[in-house]
């Protein structure tokens, strides 16, 4: 029987550039070809081991336009692709053709789906399908004749699941059942919600009752207490997740044997490609894998290779990891209170202690501890296992409350935020200095993954105890740590810590070499402690206000929708096919519509606003469609998010996403709440104070990216007209149109706030033609006419490059680091993309470092002068506070003085306050 293999090249793609992230494999251009390597590794070793007949590598392309349309949120969370992997993707591409193996893609698909459509056609063909991914999801495709293909990593042997490898590893009775599996419990990664409560053990216990999602849903009177309640009130969110996470089987696409079957490579042109990417000793396993006569050493010119001063050296080889068994340790299990006595003068002699929950929950508003893990030394650590009663467990923690408010020892710790929350739980504040790794390694590689297992296999040469052998895939529900073995427990938390600890001290003197000690010690470390706290505080929403708002949306949906039909007649509305269709076809809006590579007419609001002037329906599809997303993304989503137990919503603040160091905020995400249109800012009359003897105050600074620029430039113009607190848009305006200030009309006022916040992000003539009602010549002569009148601007964003292609990154005023490989890059757009993130990443970082002060010294302060007013939000530059009516003419001032006087520029910090009884009337 022939086998074909069909390889997921993005997951392929990601899993070989963070396989390569302690030692990166930069060229001596400064090009960064981890993500390349680590692809050909795994597409080189399938094709020597295999000696596949048929092969074909899948890519995604624009994403499931399926699955989003169905849910906006699908793959909302995802961290931004690194840029050296969106670099690479050209290359790969160009390798593939060179090599002549097919490149699979449709627009508005995933690689799962094709793959999953591919697979299916060849089996009733009487094929043999190896799917070549390490993503598990692709376990429901299973069959007798399709096998999952997950190539070897780190040491380990290259895996094949069948049907029965499936059903064990899932714990399910046949594979099809992976999809209620995924449905269930949802998957965090994809942002698939699932069925609260219900984790994977919880699913496959379930599954095994009841063999299915539906048949679940339609039997809740089996089920009991919370359970039952959090599923009988989320069937639909359960039949969602499990659609979102079935592989789509119908793709346009077509299995045809000729065009699989794999052909000799043309060498000359993989040459000249590995030439520029210089890979020596690639050109050389290509040529083994395809049983090619070897390429005489002289026909590469080795001296090209020769690394440049300052680049890097070549990796060496990944080396099999270490694991817990090839390391001597001494992890000690407390079971009792008076081992946990017998411990505590020994923890409090310490000068610094890493430690560690282990809890039932990753929700921390509803978790309970299960143990406590503690290393101080190396390779050495306690565990505490906590009585399940959890009055007794409180008992035991208040022993250890003279640690956790000791101010003299240094707690050290991975994503400290959530341990910090899981002990306000138990009434436990932690005080001292801290020290988060996760952060730590955040400011040392902000484009790189922060999570402890990476870490660990990174710097350490070491592989942990994957929780997955314990528990199970970690998800939105329930973990069943109490079920495991005390002993496992143990050996897992406690290892835990010791890794850890040993992070903290290969990260400690990196961030002293890359004088960073500060800007972690001062603001990033003692932020943690501050964002817990706004977490945990949450902030009230008023469900019965959005309700009523949520009728008058319907009802204006409803309107919209007789006015469209009224129009066109009926069709679904929700349908980007069937829309274009009735504008294209039927209407015939344009002689020559735009249509998507899948043969659809476009109707993305971009087509929609530029034909909005044309017929009246088109401003009415766009309107629905902004009503649409009011009343699903947020109208709706919010009340589900209130906390049953404390009746308010608790955002989660990320620290370690943005490369420029802004916080972003999920779960929900609270930053981007609406307030440019007026139906979008209703929203925010949802949030409201604690009670009638609260307030909400809004702290705003005023255009702080522009002061940074005034003062990171030296620009006179500029720093004369904040320090006379003139309206920067209107003098920019005066004197680039060469009126008096006065005499400024509001159109030359746009323009010049146009160019003001886009010259820094490298706008062309095109784009401000595009943003404002100017010609491209009329925009290039004010582009040119702003550079004369600000000509310190013009040579502080030259210097920037410069300094970027000297340094390979850029700074903030505070010495965070933005690194820029792509700015050697010989391609002109990447580069200039680079050029540009090299002259907006210390504006916009240093705008995020400056907040982050003063939130730290307002923490501070109001801790000191034990004052009831807590902050509860940060959305880029305002902070959000629930104010004691009683407290607010002594907190306004000290709230205006310590974001005015965060940090000292050449220019002063301007910061706008206003109160209401709703987040809009604050703002």
């Known amino acids: ?55 074909a590598v899948c890519f995604d392309k624009g994403g499931s336009q399926e699955r989003t349309a169905m849910f906006a949120e699908y793959k909302a969370n995802r961290d931004e692709t690194p840029e050296a992997i969106r670099l690479a993707i050209p290359y790969i591409h160009q390798i593939l053709e060179a090599m002549q193996i097919p490149i699979i893609e449709k627009e508005g698909y995933e690689a799962d789906d094709i793959i ?52 064990e590893n899932f714990q399910v009775e046949r ?29 496959q216990k379930l599954l095994k009752e009841f063999g299915s999602m539906e048949n679940l849903l339609a039997n809740t009177d089996k089920l009991k207490g919370k359970l039952r309640e959090n599923i009988e009130n989320n069937k639909e969110k359960g039949i969602l997740s499990k659609t979102l996470a079935r592989i789509i089987l119908d793709v346009p696409v077509t299995f045809d044997e000729k065009d699989f079957e794999l052909s000799q490579p043309k060498m000359d042109e993989i040459k000249a490609i590995f030439e520029e990417l210089e890979f020596r000793n690639m050109f050389t396993t290509l040529q083994k894998a395809f049983k090619l006569q070897p390429v005489v050493p002289d026909l590469f010119n080795y001296q090209q290779l020769l690394p440049t001063e300052g680049a890097s050296t070549p990796v060496e080889p990944i080396k099999k990891l270490k694991t817990i068994a090839d390391i001597p340790h001494q992890y000690q299990l407390l079971t009792t209170q008076a081992e946990v006595e017998a411990l505590l003068p020994e923890l409090l002699a310490q000068k610094e202690v890493c430690f560690d929950t282990e809890t039932t929950s990753l929700e921390e508003m509803e978790a309970k501890i299960v143990g406590l893990a503690l290393s101080w030394e190396v390779h050495k650590g306690y565990y505490i296992l906590f009585p399940e009663d959890m009055a007794l467990a409180g008992q035991w923690l208040s022993l250890l409350k003279p640690f956790f408010e000791s101010e003299t020892i240094l707690k050290i710790g991975q994503n400290l935020k959530y341990d910090l929350k899981i002990l306000a739980n138990y009434g436990i504040e932690v005080s001292g200095k801290l020290f988060d790794t996760m952060i730590a390694h955040y400011l040392l590689n902000p484009d790189m993954r922060h999570n402890m297992d990476l870490l660990s296999e990174a710097y350490l040469d070491y592989k942990p105890i994957a929780i997955e052998s314990l528990i199970g895939k970690r998800g939105k529900g329930q973990l069943t740590m109490r079920a495991v073995p005390a002993e496992l427990q143990k050996e897992y938390a406690v290892e835990d810590t010791d890794v850890t600890l040993q992070l903290k001290q290969v990260f400690e003197p990196l961030l002293e070499k890359d004088q960073m000690t500060a800007l972690f010690t001062d603001i990033e470390a003692p932020l943690v402690r501050v964002l817990a706290q706004m977490e945990y505080e949450g902030i009230r929403v008023d469900t019965n206000f959005l309700g009523e708002l949520s009728k008058q949306i319907n009802t204006d949906l409803i309107g919209l929708q007789e006015a469209i039909f009224s129009q066109t007649g009926h069709f679904n509305l929700s349908s980007p096919k069937q829309l274009g269709e009735v504008l294209f076809d039927r209407l015939k809006l344009l002689a020559k519509p735009k249509k998507t590579k899948t043969g659809q007419y476009a109707t993305s609001e971009e087509v929609l606003s530029e034909l909005a002037a044309e017929h009246p329906v088109v401003a009415q599809v766009l309107e629905y469609r902004a009503l649409q997303k009011l009343q699903s993304t947020y109208i709706e989503a919010l009340p589900r998010e209130v906390n049953s137990r404390t009746g308010r919503v608790h955002t989660t603040f990320m620290q370690a996403v943005t490369a420029t160091g802004r916080l972003s905020s999920n779960q929900p995400n609270l930053q981007n709440i609406p307030i440019r249109t007026p139906r979008g800012s209703q929203i925010r009359k949802a949030f409201v104070p604690r009670n009638e003897d609260y307030t909400l105050l809004s702290a705003d600074y005023s255009q702080i990216e522009l002061r940074i620029i005034a003062a990171l430039s030296e620009e006179d113009h500029m720093i004369e007209a904040f320090l006379e607190g003139q309206d920067i848009h209107r003098s920019t305006a005066a004197k680039v149109f060469g009126v008096p200030l006065e005499a400024v009309t509001k159109e030359q006022r746009s323009h010049a706030k146009t160019v003001n916040f886009g010259i820094i992000y490298g706008v062309s003539a095109i784009g401000l033609s595009q943003q404002t009602s100017l010609t491209r010549s009329q925009s290039k002569e004010l582009i040119d006419t702003y550079y004369q009148t600000y000509p310190k601007l013009k040579g502080y964003i030259e210097k920037q490059i410069a300094f970027a292609r000297e340094h390979g990154y850029v700074q903030t005023l505070l010495g965070r680091r933005r690194y820029l490989p792509d700015i050697y890059s010989r391609n002109q757009v990447v580069r200039g993309a680079a050029e540009r993130n090299a002259v907006n990443a210390p504006i916009q970082g240093s705008a995020a470092d400056i907040i982050k002060i003063a939130m730290v010294r307002i923490a501070q302060r109001l801790e000191k002068e034990r004052l009831s007013t807590r902050m509860l939000l940060q959305v880029h530059d305002e902070l959000l506070f629930d104010v004691p009516k009683a407290e607010l003419e002594l907190v306004t001032p000290l709230i205006r003085e310590e974001m005015q006087q965060a940090y000292k520029l050449s220019v002063p910090l301007i910061v706008e306050i206003g109160t209401g009884n709703n987040w809009l009337e604050a703002h």
């Open 116 to 167: 999953g459509t591919l697979a299916k056609q060849a089996e009733k063909q009487g094929y043999t399908v190896y799917m070549v991914t390490p993503d598990k999801d692709f376990g429901q495709l299973v069959s007798p004749n399709i096998f999952m293909y997950k190539p070897a990593r780190g040491g380990n042997e290259v895996e094949i699941w069948g049907v029965e490898e499936v059903k």
């Open 175 to 203: 594979p099809e059942q992976v999809i209620d599996l995924l449905g269930m419990m949802g998957d965090a990664v994809d942002n698939i919600p699932g069925l609260p409560g219900v984790g994977e053990k919880t699913a």
């Open 1 to 55: 029987m022939k086998k074909l293999f069909l390889l997921d090249a993005y997951a392929l793609i990601f899993r070989g550039y963070y396989a390569f992230i302690k030692n990166p494999r930069i060229n001596s251009r400064g090009l960064n070809t981890s993500a390349i390597v680590g692809f050909m590794n795994s597409l080189l070793e399938v094709i020597r081991k295999e000696q596949p007949h048929l092969l």
